[in-house]
T-cell receptor
Framework: DAKTTQPTSMDCAEGRAANLPCNHSTISGNEYVYWYRQIHSQGPQYIIHGLKNNETNEMASLIITEDRKSSTLILPHATLRDTAVYYCISVYNFNKFYFGSGTKLNVKP | DTEVTQTPKHLVMGMTNKKSLKCEQHMGHRAMYWYKQKAKKPPELMFVYSYEKLSINESVPSRFSPECPNSSLLNLHLHALQPEDSALYLC???????????????FGPGTRLLVL
């Protein structure tokens, strides 16, 4: 499974879009990109995943570059409740999720 | 319903105690997982069960003993733990063998374990 790298922390103003980058430069053609978040001391919560195409659901949008070496998770209108650690995971073997260090997103009023 | 439940929420045990953590899901998932998460660190995979059989053991010490009595239940038996085993223990489930991207893992809230 490819290693992912993310910034340690980011700030975002409430109501603005939060754009969280992830680098997965060694990703292979069959590896999906999954995003989870973990609000303090809770279990990780699934957000979105994708392979090649951009994806959108009720929580977020996922933009994957054409070469698939990086992706961006977009929370369109961040709220204080979106403050959490966001994990980007590249997954080839679906039984094995290896979490990277994640990005701590601080949404500020 | 994408709920995975874990009991107990909190557990304090001595190094000579034997205790068990329990995880349950009713989503019909046939893969279940145990993860360990130390403070301010990401979750680390410990065990994977697929169709009630242990398929992955990430070199976990034998003082942790997993058990999958049926497709809905997953236990983690604890014996002779060390203080450094204090952590949040997370359970997850997914549906294995799906078409490509059908294996999203759903996590429970975790059991916070303190070993004294």
């Amino acid at each position: 499974d490819a290693k992912t790298t993310q910034p340690t922390s980011m700030d975002c103003a409430e109501g603005r879009a939060a754009n969280l980058p992830c680098n997965h430069s060694t990703i292979s053609g069959n590896e999906y990109v999954y995003w989870y978040r973990q609000i303090h001391s809770q279990g990780p919560q699934y957000i979105i995943h994708g392979l090649k195409n951009n994806e959108t659901n009720e929580m977020a949008s996922l933009i994957i570059t054409e070469d698939r070496k990086s992706s961006t998770l977009i929370l369109p209108h961040a709220t204080l409740r979106d403050t959490a650690v966001y994990y980007c995971i590249s997954v080839y073997n679906f039984n094995k999720f290896y979490f990277g260090s994640g990005t701590k997103l601080n949404v500020k009023p | 319903d994408t709920e995975v439940t874990q009991t107990p929420k909190h557990l304090v045990m001595g190094m000579t105690n034997k205790k068990s953590l329990k995880c349950e899901q009713h989503m019909g998932h046939r893969a279940m997982y145990w993860y360990k998460q130390k403070a301010k660190k990401p979750p680390e995979l410990m065990f994977v069960y697929s169709y009630e059989k242990l398929s992955i053991n990430e070199s976990v010490p034998s003082r942790f003993s997993p058990e999958c009595p049926n497709s809905s239940l997953l236990n983690l038996h604890l014996h002779a733990l060390q203080p450094e085993d204090s952590a949040l223990y997370l359970c997850a489930s997914s549906q294995p063998g799906g078409a490509g991207d059908q294996e999203t893992q759903y996590f429970g809230p975790g059991t916070r374990l303190l070993v004294l």
